[in-house]
């Protein structure tokens, strides 16, 4: 299994630029999210979802649009970046929300990130 | 409103000496307690974590956190600290009242161990 694998690894986008971070799994994991990192201030929860279809807004949606059309896949969209969404991008998926699985299943998996710099 | 609190940002120790990071948080409801670690430019990995019962929880790499009900502190400790434990660590609560498919993170503790 690959994990969680997303794309690109780095990107620098100019203001009012639109752009998608993809996000895929091939562990036919449930659920689904997207965070972002930011110094001082840990990580916090842009969307998630809890299955294809299905979609909800975390701490800190403004900006950023998500769909979940299939089970792997779980893109986040930027329709016209800010500089205040410059930040680490993690994407994240478990077998069922919040760990909550048993027998080895339990856990969430994050993904190996992007960086993004707005300018 | 729920918070968790990372109240260091930095722990320095000596290899081989016994480490704590601490946390503490704030929800409504039964939460559920958790344990991250992220080693520099990579995603964080899960550690540990606590829903129900013992209140010591043992993890990965020789991580141990004791949940606390009447102090609402979830602190991690190891006995004997390697200099290869040198990493960022996060303390995450979910399944609290209103927010049962969420996780809210603390700011995070740079764990410093030194040879």
């Known amino acids: 299994n690959a994990g969680v694998t997303q794309t690109p690894k780095f990107q620098v986008l100019k203001t009012g630029q639109s752009m998608t971070l993809q996000c895929a799994q091939d562990?036919?994991?449930?659920?689904m999210s997207w965070y972002r990192q930011d110094p001082g201030m840990g990580l916090r929860l842009i969307h998630y979802?809890?299955?294809?279809?299905?979609?909800d807004q975390g701490e800190v949606p403004n900006g950023y649009n998500v769909s979940r059309s299939t089970t792997e896949d779980f893109p986040l969209r930027l329709l016209s970046a800010a500089p205040s969404q410059t930040s680490v991008y993690f994407c994240?998926?478990?077998?069922?929300?919040?760990?909550?699985?048993?027998?080895?299943?339990?856990?969430?998996?994050f993904g190996p990130g992007t960086r993004l710099t707005v300018l | 409103a729920q918070s968790v609190a990372q109240p260091e940002d930095q722990v320095n120790v000596a290899e081989g000496n016994p480490l704590t990071v601490k946390c503490t948080y704030s929800?409504?409801?039964?939460?559920?307690l958790f344990w991250y670690v992220q080693y520099p430019n990579r995603g964080l990995q899960f550690l540990l974590k606590?829903?129900?019962?013992?209140?010591l929880v043992k993890g990965s790499y020789g991580f141990e956190a004791e949940f606390n009900k009447s102090q609402t502190s979830f602190h991690l400790k190891k006995p004997s600290a390697l200099v290869s434990d040198s990493a960022l660590y996060f303390c995450?609560?979910?399944?609290?009242?209103?927010?049962?498919?969420?996780?809210?993170f603390g700011a995070g503790t740079r764990l410093a161990v030194h040879p």
């Open positions: 562990m036919n994991h449930e659920y």
């Open positions: 929800v409504s409801g039964n939460p559920y």
């Open positions: 994240a998926s478990s077998y069922r929300a919040l760990d909550l699985g048993t027998s080895g299943r339990d856990t969430q998996y």
């Open positions: 979802s809890v299955g294809a279809g299905i979609t």
């Open positions: 995450a609560v979910g399944g609290f009242s209103g927010g049962y498919n969420k996780l809210i």
């Open positions: 606590y829903i129900t019962g013992d209140n």
